[in-house]
């Protein structure tokens, strides 16, 4: 069992910047993976950015170029560094946690939920 809190969401400017946070708790060695997805209403949630365990990172081609992912190992946390933000990137954002465990195969593990709004 691995817990995901994400904070950092909020409101901001266009062209503005936010960083969002992701802390995972429990069996965090189980991780494979880590991502940030996002949903707008009505719309399906999409792959933001994913770091892999041995550090490997991939970008949506929407936000290359202005998002960064990262992580801080010993504070099982991993961050979003959004930059240049537009209307565009409103949406609600979630932290996954690929898991895989010897009897569960391959699982996921989402976070709660952090809304940014993008908006002048």
């Known amino acids: 069992q691995v817990q995901l809190v994400e904070s950092g969401g909020g409101l901001v400017q266009p062209g503005g910047s936010l960083r969002l946070s992701c802390a995972a708790s429990?069996?965090?060695?189980?991780?494979?993976?880590m991502g940030w997805y996002r949903q707008a209403p009505g719309k399906q949630r999409e792959l933001v950015a994913v770091?892999?365990?041995?550090?490997?990172?991939n970008y949506a081609d929407s936000v290359k170029g202005r998002f960064t992912i990262s992580r801080d190992n010993p504070k099982n946390t991993v961050y979003l560094q959004m930059n240049s933000l537009t209307p565009e990137d409103t949406a609600v954002y979630y932290c996954?946690?690929?898991?895989?465990?010897?009897?569960?195969?391959?699982?996921?593990?989402w976070g709660q939920g952090t809304q940014v709004t993008v908006s002048s």
């Open positions: 996954n946690a690929r898991l895989l465990s010897a009897f569960m195969g391959m699982s996921d593990s």
């Open positions: 770091i892999t365990r041995g550090g490997s990172t």
């Open positions: 429990g069996s965090t060695g189980s991780i494979n993976a």
